[in-house]
């Protein structure tokens, strides 16, 4: 599986993007896919999940603000981020997690997400 995200740019506080995560190379629907941030000295941590079937599970720190979706006849899945803040700028990744039938996890790229204050 191959993933590229998009989507990312600078955005002053309160305003909102959507990231896009393309997948290719395998068949993307069974996989559980993600997003994860990463801030300057920080870990990575998870951002959301979304299931095959479209159920979702948010960070507690995002919910209601960020909306998770999958298109899975289009291979992607999109981030709508609200009501932006300066903690949640960050790199963000898509991942595509197949462990849970014995399949390996991907990474994409990353896309810098900036919020202004």
């Known amino acids: 599986v191959q993933l590229q995200a998009s989507g990312g740019g600078l955005v002053q506080a309160g305003g909102s993007l959507r990231l896009s995560c393309a997948a290719s190379?395998?068949?993307?629907?069974?996989?559980?896919m993600g997003w994860y941030r990463q801030a300057p000295g920080k870990q990575r941590e998870l951002v959301a999940t979304?299931?095959?079937?479209?159920?979702?599970n948010y960070a507690d720190s995002v919910k209601g603000q960020f909306t998770f979706s999958r298109d899975n006849a289009k291979n992607a899945v999109y981030l709508q981020m609200n009501s932006l803040k300066p903690e949640d700028t960050a790199v963000y990744y898509c991942n595509a997690d197949g462990r849970s039938w014995g399949g390996n996890i991907y990474w994409g790229q990353g896309t810098q997400v900036t919020v202004s204050s």
């Open positions: 190379g395998s068949i993307f629907s069974i996989y559980l």
């Open positions: 979304i299931t095959f079937g479209g159920t979702t």
